[in-house]
């Protein structure tokens, strides 16, 4: 389903729920209003708390409020996500060329190829486990600070790694401090983009998250050539003096509209696994992670496994990338346009295609693996659309608190994706056909989880009786009708449904 073009998930300060007007044109009001969301953040902070929200520093007061403009300084803001993204997941991504260096190279002693996998996991997983505390932090310490602290870590991080000699050196520094700085900032700017915007919201926040692909465009080319020209040491220690300066220079100029759109910043809020929405939530994430860790760390060694060199396995990562840098924007412009939900589907669902009948048929040739490297916007699909489907799920209010757990949940597939992927890997040219099959397998699992999320959000536009035209009117009206109305006459049903409604609902053709 796709919110109200104008900010159908801007909530008012008193008001629980993202809000649909039941009926559009005159009359409206007189009609009322349907309440969509089925749990109040305020209310259940309360409880869990036991204090009001007012007390938080991120509770928006009335006084405070102001007319919402798009745009604006939020391009700014999405200038500026998009460079630190390009220097936490970018540089993350040149793992993959770390990775194929340290397998052959034998320079870290009590290595294994399980060991270096566990090491390019950690570097994920930890950012995921750390996702609590930087949301506690925000609401503690605020957005910038919070951001810098991450800074710190991962040129720390970098700095370390360049002394490493051995494997438990890598793991501390190149898996847990790394993967802590990348947590802190990733954490820090994932729910900021989507407050600035409205209509353009995917567009916004795919934009921002097309700095990854840049930089992992980048940084692959760029740490290749530093490992052969400069050596290990120094490609390190370029990387850490380029992260800090960049992602320094960004955190001053970041703003958040925490206070504006009353975000709770909640690192547990537990109410949420009380909903079967969220689930479905959870799963698209968690089966899409496997395969797109399994992606990323792979196509670098998988390209020297089938005979192609060192620096052809490079570009066919920069490639894989640069596909995700300028895929990214348009999947966020189409996802505003098509719906948000139908293009995290068939995205995820491409992707799951692509690695069965691309990598698997045409990746032995190196213009079928280039094509293949092409579909790599459809491979991390998740990162344009996470934060606009969640914010579509759980409303603004929540989404911090929601995606603090959500990235938490992913932890598991982080790190053991790779691991479980090498150790599936054999010898010979056909070494990677479980790892490939294993690949295209958790995006098809990934897929059925989101489109069942859709099917339930059909159902909600059914319980509603809300058509596509009507859900573009403005949500100004919809808090203005809901005054004066008991909870017994705007509240819906809270079940998602029969097992046919699923069903049927996945079968449907509409913008959702």
């Not at 990854?212 to 490609?235: K, P």
Request: aromatic share 12%; with cysteine.
């Amino acid at each position: 389903m796709e919110f109200p073009a104008d900010a159908g998930l801007q909530m008012d300060g008193s008001s629980s729920v993202p809000l649909f007007q039941a009926d559009a044109g005159e009359g409206a009001e007189e009609r009322g209003m349907l309440e969509m969301e089925t749990w109040n953040p305020k209310s259940q902070y309360d409880d869990e708390k036991g204090s009001s929200l007012s007390n938080s520093p991120v509770e928006s007061d009335s006084t405070e409020d102001e007319e919402f403009k798009e745009g604006g300084y939020g391009w700014i803001v999405v200038a500026s996500v998009l460079l630190i993204n390009a220097h936490t997941w970018g540089l993350n991504s040149s793992y993959a060329v770390f990775l194929a260096y340290y397998l052959r190279s034998g320079t870290i002693d009590g290595s294994s190829p399980l060991a270096f996998a566990f090491v390019g996991g950690l570097s994920i997983s930890f950012a995921f486990i750390v996702s609590p505390l930087a949301t506690v932090c925000i609401g503690k310490l605020g957005t910038g600070t919070t951001m810098r602290i991450g800074v710190v870590l991962e040129a720390i991080s970098f700095v370390g790694a360049s002394f490493s000699t051995h494997i438990w050196h890598l793991i501390l520094s190149q898996g847990v401090c790394f993967g802590a700085g990348l947590g802190f900032c990733f954490t820090a700017t994932v729910g900021i983009v989507p407050q600035w915007f409205t209509k353009r919201r995917s567009f916004a926040n795919a934009i921002s998250t097309s700095g990854s692909g840049f930089g992992g465009l980048v940084y692959s080319l760029a740490t290749n050539a530093m490992i052969s020209n400069l050596g290990l040491a120094w490609a390190f220690r370029i990387l850490a003096i380029l992260a800090f300066v960049v992602n320094g220079a960004c955190s001053l100029v970041l703003r958040d509209r925490n206070k504006q759109v009353g975000a709770v910043h909640i690192a547990f809020h537990m109410d949420l696994f009380k909903h079967f929405e969220y689930w479905l939530f959870l799963g698209w994430g968690f089966f899409i992670l496997i395969g797109y860790v399994i992606v990323v760390f792979s196509l670098t060694d998988y390209a020297q496994v089938v005979g192609f060199a060192a620096s052809q396995g490079s570009l066919v990562s920069a490639i894989f990338n640069l596909s995700q840098g300028l895929g990214r924007p348009i999947i966020g412009l189409v996802s505003d346009r098509v719906g948000r939900l139908n293009i995290a589907g068939l995205g995820t669902l491409v992707a799951g295609l692509a690695a069965y009948f691309l990598w698997i048929f045409a990746g032995k040739a190196y213009p079928g693996l280039i094509i293949y490297a092409v579909f790599g916007m459809f491979a991390g699909v998740i990162w344009p659309c996470v934060a606009p489907v969640g914010a579509e799920v759980v409303g603004l209010q929540l989404l911090p608190s929601a995606l603090s757990i959500y990235w938490l949940v992913l932890v598991l597939p982080a790190t053991f994706a790779e691991v479980i992927a090498l150790s599936l890997r054999t010898s010979g040219v056909d070494g990677y056909i479980n790892v490939q099959l294993l690949a295209g397998s958790m995006y098809i699992a990934s897929f059925i989880s989101i489109w069942m999320l859709r099917s339930w959000k059909l159902q909600q536009l059914e319980a509603l009786d809300v058509t596509e035209a009507q859900t573009g009117t403005q949500t100004a009206n919809a808090v203005k009708s809901l005054s004066g109305r008991s909870k017994r006459d705007i509240s819906i049903r809270r079940s998602p449904g029969l097992f046919r409604a699923y069903i049927a609902g996945m079968l449907t053709v509409r913008r959702v």
